[in-house]
Every structure is written in structure tokens, then in C-alpha cells.
């Protein structure tokens, strides 16, 4: 699924969202997120630099949210991740990252597939489905 224009315009103009994971035994997790990219495919890349409880979560339960926001302006997207360490999708992640500084490690890749984009913001459509 690709991200509506409002929406994708917020994820690449920030430096840092919010992703929430959840373990399978229901202890949430949020942390901020700066290596990420969106691919041309409408999937969201999010390098692993320092990934603890993220990835741990991640791998028992792949379901995860991400928080955009850039002033009053808010979205939630909702997906599912993998985790690579390996491959094509790992390369491309590694590649991008070194792009972006040679000091951040690249341990692995959530390789995350929009499924739903809601409105995050007060008002009429606050949690209303965008996508």
C-alpha cells in the first residue's frame, strides 16, 4: 500500500517518528526511529542500529506502529515487519544508511508493509481511516 501524499510528505520531512511494538505476551514498547527510508514499493525500511526490546518484540510478534507528526499535523501507520540480516533488502539498507553516516552500525532491517494509515490529530476525522 502506498502512503497518501499528506502523509509521506510528514515521514520524509521528519528526522525522527515513533514506532510501538508489542511482545507476543503483551508488553508494549515505543522508541524513536531515525534510519528510515520509503521505498518506491510503498514498503517502510527501518535500519537496526541499537534495536533491544524493538527487535525482540518484533521477532514474537511482527504487528508495529508507526507515529508521524510534524507540528499538529499527525499520522499512525500500521503494518507488519520483518527482520533481515541478509539479502537484497538488508544491502539496500546498509547501503542507504552508510549514505547517511559512516558511524551508525547497520545490525539488520524491518522491512515493514503498510496495511492501514489513520488520521492521529484532534478533530472530526481524529482515528478516522485514511488508507
Do not use: H
Not at 72 to 98: C, F, H, L, N, P
Amino acid at each position: 500500500m502506498q502512503l497518501p501524499e499528506i502523509v509521506k510528505a510528514v515521514f520524509e520531512s521528519e528526522t525522527f517518528i515513533s514506532m510501538a511494538t508489542c511482545s507476543a505476551d503483551g508488553r508494549p514498547n515505543i522508541c524513536n526511529v531515525g534510519g528510515k527510508f520509503l521505498r518506491s514499493d510503498g514498503k517502510i525500511i527501518v535500519v537496526d542500529n541499537y534495536m533491544d526490546k524493538t527487535l525482540k518484540n518484533i521477532l514474537e510478534n511482527n504487528e508495529v506502529a508507526l507515529l508521524v507528526r510534524k507540528d499538529r499535523e499527525s499520522y499512525q501507520i500500521k503494518g507488519t515487519a520483518r527482520y533481515v540480516t541478509s539479502g537484497a533488502e538488508y544491502d539496500e539498507a546498509y547501503k542507504w544508511m552508510k549514505a547517511v553516516g559512516e558511524k551508525y552500525p547497520v545490525k539488520g532491517a524491518l522491512i515493514m508493509e503498510v496495511l492501514s494509515v489513520f488520521n492521529s490529530m484532534s478533530g472530526p476525522d481524529a482515528g478516522k481511516r485514511m488508507a
